[in-house]
């Protein structure tokens, strides 16, 4: 393979937040489902803790953080992907502004619970001077936590992005179900006491489909189909905008 070839199928992608958001805990779920890894370690897991992969220093053992960027690698689809877990403490920033020169995109980790934090804002800040491509990532839906609507909208207008959702959630902390993949048309159910392991995915073209209570029951289904009533008028709204 020529030096060209190489470059041209290497994809890197830097993961900023504000601290505490679960930047690294994203970085592993990515390469346990690229396969790089086969376990993903839990950075604080009440008494049991686990080392996560990405943070290998003392100091971030200690303090829980990532203090230095982490690159992990790994292969998917004839693609090599590199992600670039950087840290989130203001402390430690300037380390995270340099990483930012060396992305070709950003996954933006929010805290549904907390929806957009300083650090964050800052971050994102740099990443539009510098016109890098974000995707925002909404962690933590396993927690009770902010309005889909109200963080979107919340999202445009402290980071100044115009989003455009590819997964919508079904229910959230206690009742949360799972994701509507709106780009692949199917529903991730999620299941177990955490909640964060996908049991099932089903395919299903059309939200209103009386298929949809049998998948995750009437009550469910009844405030999810309100929410996506509300979407179709988002979006509308959104194209009319564009336009």
Same mark, same amino acid.
């Given at each position: ?112 619970? =907390?929806?957009?934090? +300083?650090? %964050?804002? @800052?971050?994102?800040? !740099? ?6 491509? #974000? &995707? ?58 955490? =909640?964060?392991?996908? +049991?099932? %995915?089903? @395919?299903?073209?059309? !939200? ?6 049998? #998948? &995750? ?27």
């Amino acid at each position: 393979m020529s030096f060209l070839s190489e470059i041209e199928r290497r994809r890197t992608f830097g993961i900023v937040s504000h601290p505490d958001a679960g930047k690294t805990t994203l970085t592993e779920k990515l390469l346990l489902f690229g396969g790089a890894i086969q376990e993903a370690g839990a950075v604080k897991s009440n008494k049991i803790k686990k080392g996560a992969t990405s943070d290998f220093m003392e100091i971030e053992r200690q303090r829980g953080i990532s203090v230095a960027t982490s690159v992990l690698a790994f292969e998917y689809n004839g693609i090599k992907i590199n992600i670039l877990d950087t840290p989130g403490h203001k402390d430690f920033a300037e380390d995270t502004f340099r990483t930012l020169t060396a992305v070709d995109s950003v996954i933006v980790v929010i805290d549904v619970a =907390k929806g957009v934090e +300083e650090q %964050t804002e @800052k971050l994102v800040k !740099v990443c539009r001077m510098r016109n890098i491509p #974000i &995707i925002v990532f909404i962690n933590k839906m396993d927690r009770e936590g902010k309005d889909a609507f109200d963080l979107l909208d919340e999202i445009e207008q402290k980071l100044g992005l115009k989003v455009v959702p590819l997964s919508f959630p079904i229910g959230m902390g206690y009742d949360f179900k799972g994701i509507y993949n709106i780009w692949e048309k199917n529903i991730n159910l999620f299941t177990g006491d955490s =909640k964060r392991d996908i +049991e099932e %995915t089903i @395919k299903i073209s059309d !939200v209103s489909d009386p298929a949809l209570n049998t #998948i &995750i029951g009437d009550t469910a289904a009844e405030t999810f189909g309100r929410s996506w009533n509300w979407w179709k008028v988002f979006i509308q709204i959104l194209i009319k905008t564009i336009i």
